[in-house]
């Protein structure tokens, strides 16, 4: 389907705030309940003023945040009512959760392991009351990947004045901390929309970390993958007590898939250009991610390509649309320039644009209404769409088949042959049945008349035994008397 055929909108323009000046970065940007009055808001993590912010008609909350937000989500903690959500916020390496707009409560990232040469180091300089031979100790830990040691030891290795950095910071205590990269949640024993959820947090340094949502201590921690990647887009799907798998989107270009009962992921796919942006697709549970050059590819669960396919720009963005009365999930793929284009695979159903290249896209129900589009540019304008109650994507949908399956599956010669004895069998069935038949007969004909001449030449008439053999061969067979 050609951009030129949608001529109909399916989406109502319902607001457009350019003086709102927000500063959103992707998966910072939700419609909940906030208050737990089934009243939905629109909360905002915003970067360039260090706030969380709610919004319903207008500003409803506004908190200031002590360090610069880089993800967002929102789950139930407990089954009281009225059911509110907690939101929580990931500032460096603190989660900061808060509920009714209240401060509620903060985890923070455990401390990583040390290396043991760099943790000699330190010590032994922090015993000496004067600084000298420290280009030996330097050597020692240079021979490290930096991406192994701490902030301290790393900021070491790149300053020109190592004497008076040593000196400033020998006596402090030395703490490997990881921030928070990226967020998702994970529903933990039951599919229904305000069911407990745990969040699913990933580090800089490549852990995973699965927290309870009533007590928020650590579930669960494993690592992405075996090689060194730093997670930065995140995704679920499943039950935390059943099955669960998780997809994690790392900057070296991997995706990686944690599944149950895992210490670490495993590597799927590599890609050569950098990931912008990643969805699972619920029901068929396939991974569609952007790169950035103008790639949307879909994959399976291995790490199969299903399909790729070139966009019209670049793309900034993806947020899975579900649309519950049709029984659709659409995939809204932002894209620079103002377009956003809805895709059901790899088939354009529809479009949309904004004024500006959108920074963040989410889908949900805002107030009252359910199936509610807001999207965050760049430049700090947020935009309000409303899918009609009467679009239809259904109409415009075609054949939505993988191109792999399109292919005929090549079969084993046991299995083709079996096909093509089955398909004469029903081609000339009837004639099968009279020559046997006629077999048949002619068989017991022959057995009757080789028993006459039996007792034709008996002499004294005494009692014979008579046995019969068949020896079957393919489609002849022999009997013998």
Known sequence: ??????????????????????????????????????????????????????????????????????????????????????????????????????????????????????????????????????????????????????????????????????????????????????MCTIKKSSYDKKALSCPVLATESGNIYFLDPQTLAILQQANTCSRTSTPFVISSIGLFDVEYKIVIGCREGYICILMRGWLEGKLIIEFLHDIVDLVIVPGDNFIVVATSQKTLSCFTKRGQNLWSIKTASQVVCLCLVPICHLNVNLIAVGLRGGTIQLYHGRVVVDYTTVPETPSTITFGQLGQEENVMVVVTLAGTVTYKILKRTADFNVRFKENVPLLQCKPIPLPKRSKLFLEQSLRERNIATDMHQFFQQDLMRLRLKNASELVNCIENLENKEEFKIEAKICIRASAFMDTL
Not at 23 to 46: E, F, K, N
Not at 148 to 156: A, P, Y
């Open 1 to 182: 389907m050609s951009i030129g055929e949608l001529n109909v909108s399916r989406w109502l323009e319902a607001h457009c705030n350019r003086n709102s000046q927000l500063s959103v970065l992707p998966r910072s940007l939700l419609l909940i309940d906030v208050m737990g009055d089934d009243d939905y808001q629109l909360v905002v993590a915003d970067l360039f003023q260090n706030r969380l912010r709610a919004f319903k008609r207008n500003l409803t909350s506004d908190i200031v945040l002590c360090d610069l937000p880089n993800s967002l989500i929102a789950f139930y903690t407990n089954h009281l009512e009225p059911r509110v959500p907690a939101v929580a916020v990931a500032c460096g390496q603190d989660l900061f959760i808060f509920k009714n707009s209240k401060p509620f409560f903060k985890f923070r990232i455990p401390s990583s392991t040390i290396l043991p040469v760099e943790a000699s180091f330190w010590e032994k300089l922090g015993n000496n009351s004067v600084v000298s031979g420290i280009n030996i100790g330097i050597e020692e830990i240079n021979s490290t990947s930096l991406t192994l040691l701490t902030g301290r030891s790393q900021e070491l290795m790149c300053t020109t004045s190592q004497e008076s950095f040593i000196k400033r910071y020998r006596y402090k205590p030395l703490v490997k901390e990881s921030s928070i990269t990226c």
